[in-house]
């Protein structure tokens, strides 16, 4: 079993010096970006540069970071975007303008708390081998105030799934769920050049997780190192949904959400069929076929008008293992049976 990923931040001090690199993106963030930046200023290991991609914003932002820039003792770069990119290609943007051996993810509006990029630099010096590392992240109201519950919680990434991901398996579970966010991840910076570019139908964590996880073992930080800040204008949230919301939300996913993820990992098994011989496993192409085979079977589910053919393929497919292999719980069976 590998190492936990928090044992001792003193890993890092008495490994070769690595140089990190924090990827922010900002859009019209002025709101909460003052208190992230303090919070990266912070930092028991501070990076050594800050790569500021903005997409166009129309408020306070740039200048925020203009001054943030004038008085910290780590190199920052302002990237400003003569059009915008979105949230997707601008991460592609700062990652790919980073200069660092560890790369983090930054979104705008959280708060890191002071050991998070030593703690994540620790894992890798624990293992060398890995490719990415990610945290949990307590969930918090737009005024920091905890909502009882952190992203693991929400997600139901439990201690069953953290072991099998700790003993090697996390590719298999990246497979039934999202299970990253942006914020809590650092990933090196050699596997740039197989998650570059990032699909346009991706989210930049995702993408980078599943192809990661395909070439290199993933490492964990079993506690929260981010407050996730949960307001209006966020992209992504981290609710923990009630069984009337779990209702409401089967009700609202149709043939568009499930045709999006079965094109996703169609990019996701073209990309890494470009470079085999990388791949820690020959047996994750097969197991991505079967992934996609089972997004195409639920697809096909969601557009039948027929009940009782609906049935019957869904049917099929728990028999033939596909929510068990590709699904996170039996939810989904449910919603494809009934819903």
Same mark, same amino acid.
């Given at each position: 079993m590998r190492p936990d990923a928090h044992s001792s931040a003193a890993a890092a001090l008495s490994a070769p010096s690595r140089r990190i690199s924090v990827a922010l993106?900002?859009?019209n963030g002025a709101r909460f970006l003052d208190a992230q930046l303090e919070s990266?200023?912070?930092?028991?290991?501070?990076? +050594?540069?800050?790569?500021?991609?903005? +997409?166009?914003s129309t408020d306070e932002t740039v200048p925020i970071l203009e001054r943030f820039r004038q008085r910290t003792p780590f190199a920052v770069r302002i990237e400003r975007n003569p059009s915008t990119?979105?949230?997707?290609?601008?991460f592609e943007k700062a990652? %790919?303008?980073?200069? %660092?051996d560890l790369i983090a993810t930054s979104d705008q509006d959280?708060?890191?708390?002071?050991?998070?990029?030593a703690l994540c630099e620790a894992a890798f010096s624990a293992d060398p081998t890995l490719g990415l590392v990610f945290s949990d992240a307590e969930v918090v109201d737009e005024e920091l105030r905890p909502l %009882?519950?952190?992203?693991?919680?929400a997600i139901h990434f439990g201690k069953a799934y953290r072991r099998r991901v700790r003993s090697g398996g996390s590719f298999e579970i990246l497979l039934r769920q999202w299970l990253v966010t942006g914020a809590t991840m650092m990933f090196r910076a050699d596997l740039r050049s197989l998650v570059l570019p990032i699909p346009p139908i991706w989210i930049h964590d995702g993408w980078i997780a599943t192809i990661s996880g395909a070439l290199s073992p993933v490492g964990l930080v079993e506690r929260s190192l981010v407050k996730y800040r949960q307001h209006a204008a966020q992209q992504i949230g981290g609710k923990k949904l009630t069984l009337r919301e779990l209702y409401k939300k089967a009700r609202e996913i149709g043939p568009?959400?499930?045709r999006l993820a079965y094109e996703q990992f169609i990019l996701a098994r073209d990309r890494l069929q470009t470079f085999t011989e990388r791949l820690r496993s020959q047996a994750f192409l097969p197991m991505l076929d079967g992934k996609v085979r089972h997004q195409r079977r639920r697809l096909d589910i969601s557009e039948c008008k027929s009940r009782v053919r609906r049935v019957l393929w869904t049917l099929g497919e728990l028999f033939r293992g596909g929510y068990t292999r590709y699904s996170p719980n039996t939810r989904h069976f449910i919603k494809d049976m009934f819903l």
């Open positions: 993106c900002t859009y990266i200023l912070a930092q028991t290991r501070q990076p +050594d540069e800050l790569v500021a991609c903005d +997409d166009g990119l979105g949230s997707t290609k601008n990652i %790919g303008l980073c200069t %660092g959280d708060i890191w708390l002071p050991e998070k990029l %009882g519950h952190t992203m693991w919680d568009p959400q499930y």
